[in-house]
C-alpha cells in the first residue's frame, strides 16, 4: 500500500493515459480529439476536456460565465481604485495588505467558482509556503495558464491575494520606450546579431529578427491583455520585467522592488513569482528548434543541456534577491507538471484575454502536481549556478513524471496533500462572490443618492448657520468672546479710518497738567 502512495505506478487512471498514448500514436480512433493532434502529443487532451463540446447551450454558458467574471473583475476594481485614492496617500503597507485582501483574494475566490474545478497535488515532501514576510517563488513554465493553478495553491495554502507574478514588457508593450533609446537598442542588435550574454540570461537562441530583435513570426499582444496587465502593474504592483532594455529601465524595477523590503512596505507580506525559463518570448515560433537552440547554447557554455525545459534567464532572479536582501527572502523552488505530461514542450497558444478564457475554461486540466522545495537566501548566494542545478533537477524530475505520472517521493513521506480550487473555502469564495458582484451595481445608485445628500446637508448647514447669527445663544460665552472680538477689530478698523481722513476731535488727556489746551 505505501508503495503505492509512493510512487503512484498502479493508481486505477495512470494506465489508462499510457494506453491513450498509444493508441494516439498507433493512430486510434478511440479518442478522435487525440487522433488529429500534430507535434508528438503537444496538446494533450484529459479525461475531462473530452466532455466538452462547442454546441450553442455551451457557448451560451460561456458567454454569461464570462460576463459575471468581467462584473466582478470590476468590482475587484473599484476597491483597488478606491484604496489606492484614498488608503494609499497615508499608508502604503495598509493599502497593500487591503488590496490583497478584498481585492485580489476576493477576485481569486470568485473565478474559483466561476472556472472549472482544479485538483492540486502537493508531494508528501514538499515545504509549503509561509505567509509571512517576503519570499520568491521560481516555477518552470509548463503550459500558458499555469500560472493559474500556482494563485489557486497559494489561495489554499495562505498566501491570499499576496503572490506577484513578473510582467515582461517586451510581451505586453506596457511602456512604450523614446525613440532614442529604441534607435540606440536597434543600432546595438544591427551591430551584434548574434550576441548571447549570460548577464542577461539569454537561452543561447540567435537574436530574433532583425534590427530591433522583434521577430517578424511573433504574435503579437492583444489590446485588451496589455490593459490588463497594466492594471495590474499600477494597483496591485505587479513588477515589470524588461527585456534586452534591461540595464537603463532597471532603477524602475528595483526600485518598487526595494520598497517591499523596507521599513515602510514590510508590513505586507509579498511572494513574487518568476518563470526563468521565457517561455513567452517565443510565441508563433516552433518550440522544438528553440529547445534545440537552447541546448545548443547551453553546450557551447558548459551548462547542462536539458531535454524538456529552457535554460533559465536570471535578470529578474537576480533583482529580486539584490533588491529584497534586507529582508532576508526565502526562495521556493517550484516544480509543476499536469496529469498526461508526455515530455513535450509547452503548446502554443494566442495572447489575448479571450483565448486565456478559453483555454481556463475548456483546455485546462483536470489535475496538477506540485512539488516545492525551500531555501535560504544564504544557500542560494553561496552557489553561482544554484539556478542551472535547480532547472537540471527539474528536467529529470519532469522526466521521471513523463513516465509514472508522479513525481518521486522521498523516503518517510507518502502521501499527496490534495486540494480542490473550487470547494476550497467554499462560504469565504461565495461571499467574496456576491460582494464584487454587487458593488458594481451600487456605484450608479450611491451616485444618485449621493446628490440629494449633498444639496441636504448644504441646506442644513446654512439654516444653522442663519440661526445662529439671528438669534445668539445668551449663555455662550465662546460666541460672545467672538462677537466682542469682532466688535475690537470694528471699532479698530474705524478709528484707523478716521485718523487717516484727517479729522479734528480734539485730545482729552487723563490729568489737566499736561493738557496741551491752552484755555483750560
Not at 100 to 106: E, F, R, V
Not at 213 to 220: F, H, I
Not at 489 to 501: C, H, P, V, W
Amino acid at each position: 500500500m505505501n508503495n503505492r502512495l509512493n510512487n503512484g505506478i498502479q493508481h486505477p487512471r495512470h494506465p489508462s493515459l499510457d494506453n491513450l498514448r498509444r493508441g494516439q500514436l498507433n493512430g486510434s480512433q478511440s479518442h478522435p480529439q487525440l487522433t488529429s493532434v500534430k507535434d508528438d502529443g503537444n496538446h494533450v487532451r484529459f479525461e475531462s476536456t473530452d466532455s466538452y463540446s462547442d454546441g450553442p447551450l455551451e457557448f451560451i454558458i460561456d458567454c454569461v460565465l464570462a460576463i459575471i467574471a468581467v462584473m466582478t473583475a470590476f468590482g475587484m476594481a473599484t476597491i483597488l481604485i478606491c484604496l489606492y485614492l484614498v488608503v494609499r496617500p497615508f499608508s502604503v503597507p495598509v493599502a497593500r495588505r487591503l488590496s490583497a485582501q478584498l481585492g485580489a483574494s476576493s477576485w481569486l475566490d470568485s473565478l474559483a467558482l466561476l472556472l472549472p474545478n482544479v485538483t492540486i497535488k502537493l508531494t508528501g515532501d514538499s515545504d509549503v509556503p509561509s505567509p509571512v514576510g517576503t519570499s520568491i517563488l521560481v516555477s518552470n513554465h509548463m503550459m500558458d495558464g499555469d500560472w493559474f493553478s500556482i494563485l489557486m495553491l497559494g489561495r489554499c495554502v495562505g498566501l491570499r491575494g499576496t503572490i506577484k507574478a513578473f510582467l515582461r514588457n517586451d510581451i505586453l508593450h506596457l511602456k512604450k520606450q523614446s525613440s532614442d533609446r529604441s534607435l540606440t537598442r536597434a543600432y546595438s542588435a544591427q551591430a551584434r546579431p548574434s550576441r548571447a550574454t549570460s548577464q542577461s540570461g539569454a537561452n543561447g537562441s540567435p537574436q530574433r529578427g532583425s534590427g530591433t530583435g522583434v521577430n517578424s513570426g511573433r504574435q503579437l499582444t492583444s489590446v485588451d491583455l496589455s490593459l490588463a496587465a497594466n492594471f495590474l502593474h499600477t494597483f496591485l504592483e505587479f513588477p515589470l520585467l524588461y527585456g534586452e532594455d534591461y540595464i537603463s529601465d532597471r532603477e524602475s524595477m528595483f526600485q518598487l522592488l526595494r520598497s517591499f523590503a523596507d521599513r515602510n512596505g514590510a508590513g505586507a507580506p509579498v511572494h513574487l513569482l518568476l518563470f526563468p525559463e521565457g517561455w513567452s518570448l517565443y510565441h508563433g515560433e516552433d518550440r522544438k528548434s528553440v529547445l534545440a537552440r537552447s541546448n545548443e547554447f547551453a553546450k557551447r557554455e558548459g551548462r547542462p543541456q536539458l531535454k524538456h525545459l529552457l535554460l533559465p534567464r536570471t535578470t529578474g532572479f537576480n533583482a529580486s534577491l539584490d533588491s529584497l536582501r534586507e529582508s532576508s527572502p526565502v526562495v521556493y523552488d517550484v516544480t509543476i507538471a499536469r496529469r498526461g505530461y508526455s515530455g513535450s514542450p509547452p503548446p502554443k497558444s494566442e495572447l489575448s484575454i479571450i483565448s486565456l478564457y478559453y483555454m481556463l475554461r475548456r483546455k485546462y486540466p483536470e489535475e496538477v502536481h506540485f512539488r516545492i522545495k525551500r531555501y535560504s537566501m544564504e544557500e542560494v548566494l553561496s552557489d553561482s549556478s544554484w539556478l542551472d542545478k535547480k532547472w537540471a533537477e527539474k528536467d529529470r524530475l519532469l522526466h521521471h513524471f513523463s513516465r509514472h505520472q508522479s513525481f518521486p517521493a522521498d523516503r518517510g513521506f507518502c502521501r499527496y496533500r490534495v486540494f480542490e480550487s473550487r470547494t476550497h473555502s467554499l462560504e469565504t469564495s461565495i461571499v467574496s462572490f456576491f460582494r464584487l458582484l454587487i458593488l458594481p451595481c451600487t456605484i450608479p445608485l450611491l451616485m444618485l443618492l449621493s446628490i440629494p445628500i449633498l444639496l441636504t446637508v448644504v441646506w442644513v448647514w446654512l439654516a444653522y448657520t442663519t440661526f445662529k447669527l439671528l438669534f445668539p445663544d445668551p449663555d455662550d460665552t465662546e460666541g460672545q468672546r467672538r462677537a466682542a472680538t469682532r466688535a475690537a477689530e470694528d471699532a479698530g478698523e474705524t478709528t484707523a479710518s478716521e485718523s487717516n481722513t484727517g479729522s479734528t476731535t480734539p485730545f482729552l488727556p487723563a490729568t489737566p497738567f499736561v493738557s496741551p489746551m491752552p484755555n483750560w
